[in-house]
C-alpha cells in the first residue's frame, strides 16, 4: 500500500484563477506539512478540495491506499467520510455552548460516557481544566483556539488541517501559542497539514515546507531545505531571501562557480548548477552578510569580499537591513549592538563577506510543480 497523500488536481473558478495541485507527502513518519505563500495563492482551496468541501474540475486525490476522488472514475468520498478534520481561522466556536459543549458537538452519535470520556481527555490534553463551563466570549484567544483544536481532534480525525492556526491572535499570545502548538502537532501521531505565510510559523511549526504561489506547488521538501536552497528565483523571493541578483557564470573549478554579478565578481558553490548552465541567479540572505570596516580584515576569511558603500539603515525590531551597492544591490542584517560597534553610516565605506556555501545559484527560467 502507498503511504503517502497524493493531490493531482485541477479546481477552476469563473472568472478567477485556476488551481493545479501536484503535491505528493509521505506519512509513514507523522508530522507537519507547512503550505507557505502569499495570500491568494491557493493554500485554503487545496484544503477544501482536500477535506471534500469543495469538487475538483478534474484529478485525483488519493489517501493511503483509499482514493477519494477521481473525476474520471466518477469517485467521490464525501466529508464526513474521508474522516479529517479542519480548523479554520476563525475557530467558529457556538457562542451559545460551553467549552465542554462546543468540543462534544460532533460525538453526538457516541454514547454518552464514551463522549465525556473522550471530552475530559482532551480537556486535559490541551490545558483547558477548569474551563469547561465557561462560554466562548469569556475565553482568551488562545483559550479559543485551543477549544476549537480540541473540537476538531475529538472526531479523532485521521488528517488534522489546519488554516492559518495563528492568524486571529496578537502578536504577545501567538508568540507563547506558537510554541505549545507545535508541540502539541508532534505529538499527535497522525499527519498534518497547516496553512500560513508567515515565516517565523513556518520555520517553528514545520517539518517539510510546500511553497504555493499562482495556484502552482513550486517546491516541497524540509524546512530547512526549502528556505535554504529554494529552486528558483520565485520560490527564493516567497521564503524572503533579501538578494536575488541576476549573475552570469564565468567558469567553473574545483566545484566553485566564479560569477559576473552587476560590476563584481561573485564565487558561489557550483553543486546545484546543471551542466553548460550559465544564466542564474545569486541568491543571498541578509543575515549570511559579514560587515567590516576599516583597512583590518580577517585572515582566515570568507570566498567572497565585497567593497561597497552603505546606501540606507533601517530598523527592524532588534535589527536593523543595511543596503549596499557592492557593484550590485547586496542586502545585510545586523543586531544594533555590531551597528554601534562599527558606528555604521549611510555613506560610509564597507567590505561585505558572504562564504561562497551561502551563496544559492538557481536558473533564470521558471519550473512549475516539483514534487518531493
Known amino acids: 500500500m502507498d503511504d503517502a497523500l497524493t493531490l493531482q488536481f485541477t479546481k477552476t473558478f469563473r472568472g478567477g484563477p485556476e488551481i493545479a495541485v501536484d503535491l505528493r507527502i509521505a506519512m509513514g513518519t507523522p508530522g507537519v506539512t507547512v503550505l507557505f505563500g502569499p495570500s491568494g495563492s491557493g493554500k485554503t482551496t487545496l484544503l477544501r478540495v482536500l477535506a471534500g468541501l469543495d469538487r475538483p474540475a478534474e484529478g485525483t486525490i488519493r489517501f493511503g491506499g483509499e482514493t477519494w476522488t477521481d473525476t474520471a472514475r466518477g469517485i467521490y468520498v464525501t466529508p ?16 451559545h455552548l460551553t467549552v465542554e459543549r462546543n468540543i462534544r458537538h460532533g460525538l453526538r452519535s457516541l454514547p454518552g460516557s464514551e463522549a465525556g470520556h473522550r471530552v475530559a481527555k482532551l480537556l486535559d490534553r490541551l490545558k483547558l481544566d477548569g474551563l469547561a463551563n465557561r462560554f466562548p466570549h469569556q475565553l482568551s484567544g488562545g483559550q479559543k483556539q485551543r477549544v476549537a483544536l480540541a ?11 489546519l488554516d492559518e492556526p495563528l492568524s486571529a491572535l496578537d502578536a504577545p499570545t501567538r508568540e507563547t501559542v506558537r510554541g505549545e502548538l507545535a508541540d502539541l502537532l508532534r505529538s499527535l501521531q497522525i499527519p498534518v497539514l497547516l496553512v500560513t505565510h508567515d515565516r517565523v510559523e513556518a520555520l517553528a511549526l514545520g517539518d517539510g515546507l510546500a511553497i504555493m504561489d499562482e495556484g502552482r506547488v513550486w517546491q516541497h521538501g524540509p524546512v530547512e531545505e526549502v528556505f535554504r536552497q529554494p529552486a528558483n528565483e520565485n520560490v527564493a523571493r516567497i521564503v524572503g531571501v533579501d538578494t536575488v541578483v541576476a549573475g552570469r557564470v564565468l567558469h567553473i573549478a574545483d566545484g566553485m562557480a566564479t560569477l559576473a554579478v552587476g560590476n563584481a565578481r561573485l564565487n558561489a558553490s557550483a553543486a546545484s548548477l546543471q551542466p553548460d548552465e550559465t544564466e542564474v541567479f545569486a541568491c543571498i540572505r541578509a543575515e549570511d552578510v559579514i560587515l567590516f570596516k576599516g583597512s583590518e580584515l580577517p585572515q582566515a576569511s570568507p570566498r567572497n569580499r565585497l567593497p561597497g558603500v552603505i546606501k540606507s539603515l533601517a530598523r527592524e525590531g532588534p535589527m536593523l537591513r543595511i543596503k549596499l551597492d557592492c557593484g550590485f544591490a547586496l542586502a545585510a542584517l545586523l543586531t544594533r549592538q555590531a551597528c554601534e560597534e562599527l558606528a555604521l553610516k549611510e555613506g560610509d565605506p564597507i567590505v561585505a563577506m558572504v562564504k561562497a556555501p551561502n551563496v544559492h545559484l538557481v536558473p533564470r527560467e521558471v519550473r512549475h510543480g516539483v514534487r518531493d
Open 151 to 161: 473540537r476538531t481532534l475529538a472526531m479523532q480525525p485521521r488528517l488534522l488541517m
Open 80 to 95: 464526513q467520510h474521508r474522516r479529517v478534520g479542519l480548523l479554520f481561522q476563525d475557530y467558529a466556536l457556538f457562542p
